[in-house]
């Protein structure tokens, strides 16, 4: 593993993305870090962030909007994605059956990770359709 320089802005694109859990884009933590580091540029944002990815300190994920998102929470989970309002929910591991019911076959080599998304409205968007 290689040693890193300390990075003030590095540093504060890692808590403001620990502080979030709205899953978000590179543009969206770009605006956030500007109010501390007006001079950042969206080149540094993601560069940090994709170092942070290979570090295996975030993950980075696309979920069919054509936008990366990131995410702090490096644990195993799920995501569910709201078609109507795009906000994208985490979901524990343990509301999934083990996903080893979900082969028919032996698969075809050893996987060693996975991701899973659910795509539907979230229940605020449902109240809302209700309310209306």
Known sequence: MRTLK???????????????TDHPTADALYLSI???????????????LNL???????????CGDGSEHFDFTTDQHYH??????GKIIDLPVSMV???SDFFTEEMPGHA????LFFYGECNHCMESKLES
Request: aromatic share 10%; charged share 30%.
């Open 112 to 115: 060693e990770t996975h991701a």
């Open 34 to 48: 500007r109010e501390e580091f007006p001079n950042i540029s969206l080149g540094t944002v993601y560069r940090n």
């Open 97 to 99: 059956r083990s996903t």
């Open 80 to 85: 569910f994605v709201c078609r109507t309002c």
């Open 52 to 62: 942070l990815v290979e570090l295996g300190e975030i993950i980075k994920f696309t």
């Open 6 to 20: 300390y990075s003030r802005q590095r540093e504060s694109i890692k808590n403001c993305l620990m502080n979030r």
